[in-house]
């Protein structure tokens, strides 16, 4: 009987001691303030990105983006969060967003406020600030192990989390694009030709 109530004990404090833990956790899916998309935030060498992963009315275009190269470029997919590093002893990331509203990059900071909750504050020039409140819509995303900073390089084949779109931010990107650019340039083989027996 007292072994089943210290057990008891032993795993509702373990319990408790794990839920700060899971609140300052950023990854997942996010339901923007004015619900008109979500963000999803994954861990990329050592970096959080966000990209963006639903649109409630889809087909958008990056029509605000000063380069005219992407005005064209569905903003399905596009990241948003961008290069976010976690500062030493706060749950806090500094990086920078993109708003897709105005074709702007802002300086930005991400905290977590509760497990259901992400504060994202964008400041331009160092003192006009602004923020909103994103509502989780997806739990957290495990961290890959091809994901992590300082992951040896996998010579076997690729991780599911990469084809199912768990991990598109990363592959969006600088350093994920180039990734794929090399995977991609290795398996490039000369297409055989099947020539006709007479």
């Known amino acids: 009987m007292r072994l089943a109530l210290y057990t008891g004990i032993i795993l509702a404090g373990g319990y408790t001691c794990l839920t700060p833990a899971l609140a300052a956790d950023p990854t997942g899916d996010w339901r923007v303030a004015d619900g008109v ?92 600030c602004g923020g909103e409140t994103w509502t989780r819509v997806g739990p957290p995303i495990p961290a890959s192990p091809a994901m992590a900073k300082g992951a040896p390089k996998s010579t076997g084949a690729a991780p599911k989390a990469r084809h199912d779109g768990r991990h598109r931010a990363c592959a969006r990107s600088p350093e994920g694009r180039r990734r794929n650019q090399a995977r991609s340039e290795g398996r490039r083989r000369p297409r055989r030709r099947h020539l006709p027996t007479p």
Do not use: H
């Open 37 to 128: 998309a979500n963000i999803r935030v994954a861990q990329c060498n050592g970096s959080i990105w966000g990209a963006v992963s639903w649109e409630k009315e889809p087909g958008g275009r990056d029509e605000y983006n000063p380069d005219a190269s992407k005005k064209n470029r569905p903003t399905l997919g596009m990241p948003t969060l961008i290069d976010m590093k976690k500062k030493p002893g706060v749950d806090l990331w500094e990086g920078q967003v993109y708003n897709a509203k105005d074709g702007q990059l802002y300086s930005a900071t991400i905290t977590p406020a509760g497990a259901d909750q992400l504060e994202i504050k964008g400041c331009v020039m160092g003192f006009l």
